[in-house]
């Protein structure tokens, strides 16, 4: 079992820059993938990035040149670097691990961010 906790979220102007961290608790194994999703009011969940234990990076369009996602395997961390935010970065951030071996899902409770000024 795989326990996930965000931090990080907050209030933050248009421009602005935020962190989000997130902690596993449990077994990582180097074959899972981390990353963060987003889910905005009245919008279904999407990926925002995702990073392999190798530090292959995957982003969604919208974010790209924008935010960056790190991982530090010694830790099981997992890292999110926003900036240049936009109102329409306003969001519900979900941390994630995908295990492929059996086939699982884990999820964070998730963390606000509020793009305003």
């Known amino acids: 079992q795989v326990q996930l906790g965000e931090s990080g979220g907050g209030l933050v102007e248009p421009g602005g820059s935020l962190t989000l961290s997130c902690a596993a608790f449990?077994?990582?194994?180097?074959?899972?993938?981390m990353g963060w999703f987003r889910q905005a009011p009245g919008k279904q969940r999407e990926l925002v990035a995702l990073i392999t234990s190798g530090g292959r990076q995957t982003y969604a369009d919208s974010v790209k040149g924008r935010f960056t996602i790190s991982r530090d395997n010694a830790k099981n961390t997992v890292y999110l670097q926003m900036s240049l935010l936009k109102p329409e970065d306003t969001a519900v951030y979900y941390c994630?691990?995908?295990?492929?071996?059996?086939?699982?899902?884990?999820w964070g409770k998730g963390t606000l961010v509020t793009v305003s000024s």
């Open positions: 994630h691990i995908r295990r492929d071996m059996y086939s699982l899902d884990y």
């Open positions: 449990g077994i990582i194994y180097s074959s899972d993938v």
